[in-house]
């Protein structure tokens, strides 16, 4: 089958989009079908691209006078990649699968496609992604992103309304697409994504040590990752042997290094970004992800494949949403905090030390994380189920 993947950005971009695409089409590929990359032209990177995949791009070029424009920068730019496909499909004819995660091209290739087969995945759902005035740096600067996220919302919805197949990576997101869509969420199916095999092979490097307990996240330090109630409960947990290694960098590293600094946490490590997180996942004993908003958590993926049990926040009602809850059980595969609180994540650590002392527990427990991560997250897997859908609705 000759199967289209189209993003604004893909590999060498760095990100959780463009990785999941580029799992995506590596799946596709190994089960012999014929894949095509329509994406934006890196032209710094364009040789780094050619040299990475047997895959075949198509690339355009992004008017800097559309980038200028910012306030009708999508519409824009919509007009540029309708164009685009267009000559593509007069050059190599219509596909038999289109999967978008970009919805500016998802609904240009509905305009212009005649192929139904089509797939739209959503990277979230952007009414949720609310630009806050203290994220900007003027009152213009939040005119502007507020404009910008309206014409984001503004091409989702199109997709949502007139894309027959929509797929989302948790019940979470499906929810918040019906809540603002209503029926015409009926169409959106739930399939979780895969995980790097890197991962499931990390899970047989770790060695039980019941002196100790090392924690770990992975991710962006920015406020809606919430790092800092961490601290806040390692303060109070001070004589506890509680090693935390933090891997990533983000707008809110100065503050949390300052954070620990002042507060004498010498078991706290910031170790930057990281090309190997499975190192890391696969010499730590519980995986902390204290977010205030996460889609689906690929984190949480990669955690469990490793065999790492998890910590992270329920969706809490004004305060948290997340996919925690149907990712993770209580007890089994990790630690749910039912309230929003540096006290309850103090309580969730705490209960964390205690299942590490025991090692028959804590070692099922890692067990069980490994098993399932085999069943749930798989890319062949999740690539099959995606085709499997587009063929069911004919």
Request: glycine residues 6%.
């Amino acid at each position: 089958m000759k199967i289209w993947l189209m993003n604004r950005y893909y590999y060498p971009n760095v990100g959780g989009i463009e990785n999941s695409l580029f799992y995506i089409s590596k799946a596709l590929t190994e089960q012999g079908h014929s894949v095509i990359i329509l994406t934006q032209k890196l032209v710094d990177k364009e040789a780094e691209r050619r040299e990475y995949a047997n895959l075949k791009y198509y690339t355009y070029n992004e008017n800097k006078l559309i980038r200028l424009f910012f306030p009708l920068r999508l519409l824009n730019r919509y007009i540029v990649v309708k164009k685009y496909i267009g000559e593509i499909i007069s050059e190599v004819g219509e596909p038999d699968y289109v999967i978008s995660r970009d919805p500016v091209m998802g609904w240009a290739y509905k305009k212009v496609g005649k192929n139904n087969k089509i797939m739209y995945i959503p990277p979230s759902v952007f009414a949720y992604n609310k630009i806050q005035k203290e994220n900007t740096n003027s009152l213009l600067h939040y005119i502007v992103m507020n404009t910008y996220q309206k014409e984001e919302q503004w091409f989702q919805e199109q997709c949502f309304r007139h894309i027959k197949y929509v797929i989302v990576f948790s019940r979470n997101v499906k929810a918040q697409i019906m809540k603002r869509m209503g029926k015409c969420g009926n169409n959106v199916k739930v399939l979780y994504p895969g995980c790097d095999e890197k991962f499931f092979d990390s899970s047989k490097q770790y060695a039980y040590n019941k002196d100790i307990i090392k924690i770990l996240f992975v991710g962006r330090l920015v406020e809606d990752k919430n790092v800092m109630m961490v601290l806040k409960a390692l303060k109070e947990l001070k004589n506890q042997n509680i090693y935390f290694d933090v891997v990533g960098d983000g707008m809110q590293k100065k503050l949390l290094e300052d954070f620990v600094r002042q507060n004498n946490l010498e078991k706290v490590c910031f170790r930057g970004k990281s090309n190997t997180p499975e190192e890391y996942y696969a010499q730590c004993d519980f995986f902390v992800l204290p977010s205030k908003y996460e889609a689906f958590g690929q984190v949480i993926a990669e955690s469990m494949a490793s065999g790492t049990p998890v910590i992270g926040f329920r969706t809490i009602l004004g305060k948290t949403l997340t996919a925690v809850e149907e990712l993770i059980e209580d007890d089994v595969t990790g630690i749910i905090i039912k309230d929003f609180s540096v006290a309850s994540m103090k309580e969730a650590l705490s209960k964390a030390i205690e299942i590490k002392r025991d090692e028959v527990k804590y070692m099922q427990m890692r067990q069980r994380c490994s098993q399932e991560a085999k069943t749930k997250f798989r890319w062949g897997n999740f690539v099959h189920q995606c085709l499997v859908a587009m063929e069911e609705k004919q």
